[in-house]
Antibody
Framework: EVQLEESGGGLVHPGRSLRLSCAASGFTFDDSAMHWVRQAPGKGLEWVSGLTWDSGRIGYADSVKGRFTVSRDNAKNFLFLQMNSLRAEDTALYFC??????????????WGQGTLVTVSS | SSELTQDPTVSVALGQTVRITCQGDSLRSYYASWYQQKPGQAPILVIYGRNNRPSGIPDRFSGSNSGNTASLTITGAQAEDEADYYCESRDSGGYQYVFGPGTKVNVL
C-alpha cells in the first residue's frame, strides 16, 4: 500500500523558514517523480514544486520560485521542501504527491493527507 | 505560466449525466488530469491521459479532449460524486503543473 506522510508544518512568523518532509513507503521511491501541492484554507489546489526521480528536472510555481527548494533522498525514501522567506500567503495545507511518471510528469496518482503551514505574526 | 478555467459550480440530478469543462492554452499540448476532492480529504486522481481511469475509479467517469478544452463526464451521477473537481495540465515545457480553480458538483 502506497503511503505518503507529511511532517514539519506549524506556525511560523513571516520572513522565517520551515522545512517540510514527506516519508514515502509502499512503492519504489526512485521510480517516481514527486511533488508538493498546497491548498490555502477554503481555496483550490496550487502546484508548488516537483522533481523527477533523479532530481534531473525540477520545477517551481512562479509564486515560490527563489524562496522554496525541493529535494529528495532516494536512499531514505524522503521528499523535502525547504521554505524560506515565508509570507502570509504561503499559509496552506501542503500535500506530498506521487507522480505516475518518473522522468516526466504524468499526473498525481497518490497523495498524502497534508501538513498545515501557518504564517502569521 | 498559463491558466486553466473551470465553471465554479454545476448541478446534476441523481442518475443524470454532467459534463465539467476545463479550458486553457496548455491543453493544446498536454492532456488534462482530473481530481476529485471531498471536504477534509486529499484529492483523488480520477482521469489521466487521453481517457484513462486509475484502478478503483468507477467507469461512470470519463474524459475527453478537443483543442484547448478538456472535459470530465459523469454518466449516471451518484450521491457520492458530490465533490470539488479540479483539472490539471502540464505547463512550460512539461516540468510544471497548473491546476484549474475547481468545479463544485452538486448532486440533487
Amino acid at each position: 500500500e502506497v503511503q505518503l506522510e507529511e511532517s514539519g508544518g506549524g506556525l511560523v512568523h513571516p520572513g522565517r523558514s520551515l522545512r517540510l518532509s514527506c516519508a514515502a513507503s509502499g512503492f519504489t521511491f526512485d521510480d517516481s517523480a514527486m511533488h508538493w501541492v498546497r491548498q490555502a484554507p477554503g481555496k483550490g489546489l496550487e502546484w508548488v514544486s516537483g522533481l523527477t526521480w533523479d532530481s534531473g528536472r525540477i520545477g517551481y510555481a512562479d509564486s515560490v520560485k527563489g524562496r522554496f527548494t525541493v529535494s529528495r533522498d532516494n536512499a531514505k525514501n524522503f521528499l523535502f521542501l525547504q521554505m524560506n522567506s515565508l509570507r502570509a500567503e504561503d499559509t496552506a495545507l501542503y500535500f506530498c504527491a506521487k507522480d505516475r511518471g518518473y522522468s516526466s510528469f504524468l499526473g498525481l496518482e497518490y497523495w498524502g493527507q497534508g501538513t498545515l503551514v501557518t504564517v502569521s505574526s | 505560466s498559463s491558466e486553466l478555467t473551470q465553471d465554479p459550480t454545476v448541478s446534476v440530478a441523481l442518475g443524470q449525466t454532467v459534463r465539467i469543462t476545463c479550458q486553457g492554452d496548455s491543453l493544446r499540448s498536454y492532456y488534462a488530469s482530473w481530481y476529485q476532492q471531498k471536504p477534509g480529504q486529499a484529492p483523488i486522481l480520477v482521469i489521466y491521459g487521453r481517457n484513462n481511469r486509475p484502478s478503483g475509479i468507477p467507469d461512470r467517469f470519463s474524459g475527453s479532449n478537443s483543442g484547448n478544452t478538456a472535459s470530465l463526464t459523469i454518466t449516471g451521477a451518484q450521491a457520492e460524486d458530490e465533490a470539488d473537481y479540479y483539472c490539471e495540465s502540464r505547463d512550460s515545457g512539461g516540468y510544471q503543473y497548473v491546476f484549474g480553480p475547481g468545479t463544485k458538483v452538486n448532486v440533487l
